[in-house]
């Protein structure tokens, strides 16, 4: 491996919340495997996660997963260049698993280890799966714990432009779900109940559409929810369905407006959206839509890479290796 030069193939291992992936990276862009096992049996007796149990499901599948990711790029672990483990925000307990195994493996194999922030590794994923998308551009970031404006340029590291006052617009949907009386995970129950309610049944307020600024609030609208459900009492099937809906446009209808600000204040022509969130089809129709009027280029990547996956970790890992990045590098004397 020269010594600026991307890693040939790059393992990464992603364990911050309550799923756990691997994948097998190569030069930084090519996804030569990625695995993800979901905890949804897991936690869905109790509504959302429990880290307690995410982390020890974590302990009792990692080596299996890993083993998997290898096994499906046909390789095994002594032929990687690298690994890259996302180091945080997420759950302590979920984050060392993943973390120690990374490390471990990497000291074993005599490779570098490098620890990827969460947010850089969603961000990579757009860049791994459209190979047309140039810096620079506004990267909106959604997901269940985040909910951010970045500028990307090739000087430096991404800037934040706004981010959320409270909730994330991913937990929105998953205190919504509750609310609703929809199961965990939360955020795709309540898009599949709003295709079938009418989004102008009930005019939620906007978040934060009359303010300045690039930054977000969804606790407002989340407690909107609350009490028109306290209101109504009993749901029928339709009326969860119409809060759904209405719901939902409230909350695009935010991200849409602060993404289009950002992208006119940067004077930018590009928007990649990244995260759970991005996943959800009626944000993806309303940007195009946006798009189209406003003359900018709005990408999203593939369903599988929106949500936690460690291919965006192996990505985003690559670069730091290739910039001489290390993680803890020094073994215990
Ligand atoms: O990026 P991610 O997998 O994990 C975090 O880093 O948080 O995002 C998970 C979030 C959850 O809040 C989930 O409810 C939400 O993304 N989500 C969705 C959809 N799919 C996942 N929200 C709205 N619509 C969806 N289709
Ligand atoms: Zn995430």
């Known amino acids: 491996m020269g010594a600026r030069s991307i890693p040939e193939l790059v393992l990464g291992v992603e364990s911050s919340c309550d799923d756990l992936a691997a994948a097998v990276v190569g030069r930084g862009r090519e996804i030569l495997s990625s695995v993800v096992r979901g905890q949804t049996s897991v936690h869905r007796p109790y509504?959302?996660?429990v880290p307690e149990l995410a982390s020890r499901d974590h302990v009792r599948w990692v080596s299996d997963v890993v083993e998997a990711a290898l096994r499906a790029a046909g390789l095994t672990a002594e032929q990687l260049d690298g690994i890259a483990v996302t180091a945080g925000p997420?759950?302590?307990?979920?984050l060392l698993v993943g973390l120690s195994f990374g490390k471990a493996l990497a000291y074993r194999l005599g490779v570098p280890v490098v620890g990827v922030h969460h947010l850089a590794g969603h961000l990579a994923s757009v860049e791994i799966s459209d190979a047309?998308?140039?810096?620079?551009?506004?990267?909106?970031?959604?997901?269940g714990g985040h909910t951010a404006l970045y500028r990307l340029t090739d000087a430096g590291p991404p800037v934040r432009l706004g981010e959320t006052r409270d909730d994330a617009v991913g937990e929105a949907f998953d205190k919504v779900a509750k609310l609703l009386g929809l199961p965990y995970p939360g955020g795709p129950a309540v898009a599949a109940a709003a295709e079938r309610g009418r989004e102008d049944a009930i005019r939620f307020p906007r978040p934060m559409l009359g303010k300045a600024g690039l930054d977000f609030s969804f606790s407002g609208l989340k407690t909107a929810v609350a009490l028109e459900v306290e209101r109504r009492g009993e749901l029928s099937e339709e009326e969860v369905a119409d809060l759904a809906a209405s719901f939902e446009a409230a909350a695009v209808d935010a991200l849409v407006s602060r993404a289009r600000r950002a992208l006119r204040q940067a004077g930018m022509q590009r928007l990649a959206v990244v995260g759970g969130v991005a996943?959800?089809?009626?944000?993806?129709?309303?940007?195009?839509?946006a798009a189209a009027t406003d003359g900018f280029r709005a990408t999203f990547p593939p369903l599988a890479l929106c949500t936690d996956n460690a291919a965006m970790i192996a990505a985003a890992g690559a670069a730091l290796l290739a910039r001489g990045e290390r993680h803890g590098a020094a073994p215990c004397p």
Do not use: K, M
């Open 47 to 49: 509504g959302g996660v």
């Open 90 to 94: 997420g759950l302590v307990g979920s």
């Open 132 to 143: 047309g998308l140039a810096r620079p551009y506004i990267g909106l970031v959604v997901s």
């Open 279 to 289: 996943a959800n089809q009626r944000l993806r129709r309303e940007l195009v839509r």
